[in-house]
């Protein structure tokens, strides 16, 4: 046992030298779920009780929700497919962000990455970038800091687009697909200001959020003055954009995706609204001028019951020159049915993109386990280190 420094301030004996069996061994402990027996079987037995009641609940509100949609101008289309949508190169764009719950504060890291499919020419390479993100504890919440890295992964995506197009060129590109939204969506009603949230700290979120609406436009802009089409796929749908357009907010309240996951077969979609104006008009969002007004449809691209559709999002040129019913062929013609379901669903450059930057939790905790060798074999008291109570890395 020896006593270690910081600076000049003498600090509390620790050990230096850590035996790495055991930091596995409470890493390993920290994957295990273990429940009493006579708990898990009240929890099971509660759960079958009442699943019944909230399915009949559900399913009565969903039909009227349906009758109520359809009577209001809602349509369900038919989408034909084309084999040779596969063949095609698109560019895929995908961001993840993972936090490491260490006590000294906030820290994050993000990662996102633009790639051709389904091959790429010679010499050609992906675009990719990373950030690492750190506030003090003092600065943000965990909310607040969260919502932080969401703005600045998500703003890499377009970004990242735009600059795997400038350098390699897109005449062999049909399509550039984000895995996204193009719209606004709920990003300004979304940033948080709270008492003691410092000016300086809600700037930055602010400015963040601006950043990320003016990306997206850059890349709008962009492909329209290219000639390509641009489409976003909105796989994780909370928003109610069409219960809203179609003046059902006080009468249902589920989630569009929900509600179109029961309407929805595989290979049919709803037909598309103005996301934009649905944003601004219906949920009184603050305006923010865009390039071009965003349009968005929903569409069920998975063969599996269980996987709900997915939100299709496009500018207001890709309407006029391609028309909706080549984005709802293309959207379907490209997805994978697969059976991981963060996969299910979506096209397959979303897919590449989405595995190839996605920065899980064990990829958090290798790189943790190199962070603390490495910094204990420099003399650092490992107690700097520490993960909050609780955590694990990725968490």
């Given amino acids: ?16 030298k850590l035996v790495w069996g055991d930091i596995e061994a409470v890493l390993a402990a920290a994957e295990e779920v273990t429940i009493s027996p006579e708990l898990y079987r009240k929890l099971r037995n509660g759960l079958m009780e009442k699943m019944p009641e909230l399915v009949e609940n559900a399913r009565k509100g969903v039909r009227e929700a349906a009758e109520e949609l359809t009577s209001r101008g809602l349509e369900v289309l038919a989408v034909e497919r084309d084999e040779d949508a596969q ?10 962000y993972a ?17 051709r499919e389904p091959r790429k020419p010679e010499g050609v390479k992906p675009s990719g970038a990373v950030e690492i ?17 969401q703005l600045k992964g998500e703003a890499l995506i377009p970004a990242l687009s735009v600059k795997q197009l400038e350098t390699n060129g897109h005449e062999d590109v049909v399509c550039v697909l984000l895995d996204g939204p193009l719209s606004a969506s709920l990003i300004l009603r979304k940033v948080p200001r709270r008492r003691g949230l410092r000016p300086d700290e809600y700037r930055e979120l602010v400015s963040s959020a601006h950043r990320l609406i003016r990306a997206r436009d850059e890349l ?19 928003s109610r954009h069409f219960i809203r357009w179609y003046g059902l907010e006080n009468e249902v309240p589920f989630t569009d995706q929900f509600v179109f996951h029961q309407m929805l077969n595989y290979g049919e979609r ?5 996301i934009t104006k649905a944003i601004e008009e219906k949920l009184k969002a603050p305006h923010f001028s865009r390039y071009q007004p965003i349009y968005g449809f929903y569409i069920k ?15 207001a040129y890709v309407l006029e020159e391609w028309g909706e019913d080549w ?46 060798t490495k910094e204990v074999s420099r003399g650092t008291d490992p107690r700097l280190l520490g993960t909050r109570w609780g955590f694990k890395p990725g968490e």
Wanted: glycine share 4%.
């Fill in 99 to 115: 936090p490491m719950p260490i006590g000294m504060g906030h820290l994050a890291m993000v990662a996102s990455i633009a790639l």
């Fill in 1 to 16: 046992m020896m006593v270690t420094t910081i600076g000049n301030m003498e600090r509390y004996p620790a050990q230096t």
């Fill in 87 to 96: 063949k095609h190169i698109a560019v895929g764009a995908d961001a993840s």
């Fill in 220 to 238: 709008v802009k962009f492909c329209h003055e290219h000639g390509l089409p641009v489409i976003g796929v909105v796989k994780r749908c909370t």
């Fill in 301 to 315: 691209t998975s063969r599996t019951p269980i996987t709900p559709p997915v939100r299709v999002e496009f500018p």
């Fill in 133 to 149: 993100i750190y506030k003090k504890a003092d600065r943000m919440t965990r909310r607040e800091f969260k919502f932080l890295c």
């Fill in 327 to 372: 984005v709802a062929t293309y959207a379907l013609s490209t997805a994978l049915t697969v059976y991981e379901p963060e996969f299910d669903g979506l096209p397959r450059a979303i897919c590449q993109a989405h595995k190839r930057a996605k920065v899980s939790k064990r990829i958090v905790s290798e790189l943790y386990k190199k962070a603390l």
């Fill in 270 to 274: 709803t037909n598309a609204i103005s």
